[in-house]
């Protein structure tokens, strides 16, 4: 199932999208697609509707989504997770996850604008791939990690290269933080349909230039290493989204920052696309 959220920011409604691109109304069963539900008896139910008799709420492009899931515990980010993308950074691949944090506040809808920070300089794209969680856990083997999981989305862990690396910050600091740094969805896809989730192909495009283009298959720790990784550290909730790293092809490497007036699209097979105007924080 491809679940979305859709309505004016603070007051989406859970949906579901049906075979015709068109979003149902899941109001009727589901407070939200949140923390609290994915965990719920009410949400695994979920499976058992026959989607085409719920309210039609109109076509999935004519609405405004927001992020795919709410009411989370943390956004984690991984970083160096992906094999030309460090050859590109020039170094060596990590024996561990590289993981560090975005705020709750950098949280963003797949078409909500991006806004370019007063302060900012160099701000830069990075697709990737992300877990939603679904249950509790901590502790967790990777061959149990994906029974842990309500599914896949899009992620763009958008980054300032100026704070976070000429003024020294550190790569999980300051230019990670920025308000809509983190837009999510447009969808939120149940492992059942993503089938492998190493097996699908991720790609940027800005104005229309098509700037990356890599297989999640280059990760050099998967889904499910990585899951059972941060859950040794610190308990996962329902809702927390782990992304799971970038690949080659962003702005510093090409010498091509975005700026007010920039539209970029990201896109994931089988788990849609996002795409921002850069705006100009006023």
Known sequence: MKFVRFGAAGQEKPGVIDANGRVRDLSGHITDISGETLASAAFKALRELDIDTLPDAGSADELRLGP?????????????NEKSHAEEMNVRMHKEPSVFFKPLSALSGPYDPI???????QLDWEAELAIVVGTECKYVDPSEARSKMAGFCVFNDLTDRYWQIERGMGQALAGKWFDTFAPVGPWLVTPDEVGDPSALQIRTWVNDRKVQDFPSSDYIFDADRILAHCSQ???????DIIAMGSGPGNGIYLGQYLNPGD??????????QQKNLVVAEQ
């Open 68 to 80: 795919c899931v709410t009411g989370m515990n943390k956004i984690i980010c991984c970083g160096l």
């Open 115 to 121: 806004v370019y920070p007063k302060v900012g300089q």
């Open 263 to 272: 539209t970029i699209r990201v896109e994931i097979e089988g788990l849609g």
């Open 233 to 239: 550290f610190f308990t996962l909730y329902p809702g």
